[in-house]
């Protein structure tokens, strides 16, 4: 049974935040995303409607992934910079680049 008990509880930290996100409920969202609680999977795959996570390292980055959107949308551009700079999973690897794109744009450093 414990083995379960990582994979629900990342599953619901996701969703949590999700679900406040789409509240717009961004302070509240933002623990639900830091990545200290995704400490283990007990090798558990699992697949949300965004995401195949197969190794703790991509679950980790998916939940980097996901704080660095909360940054974006609180406006923290550098802070979101930042986080998206540790998220060097192939699983991420399209959404960060999308998202640095953005920033890149709202920031004014494109041409």
Known sequence: MQAYFSFFRLLAHMYAG???LMLDKLEEARPHFEP???TNLNAFDFETKDWR???LDAAQNVVRYNLAVVMALQGDFELCRNILSSCTHPIVAAKVLSLKTYLDIRMG???
């Open 36 to 38: 200290t609680f995704v």
């Open 18 to 20: 999700e679900a406040l």
């Open 109 to 111: 450093k494109c041409a």
């Open 53 to 55: 996570v197969k190794s």
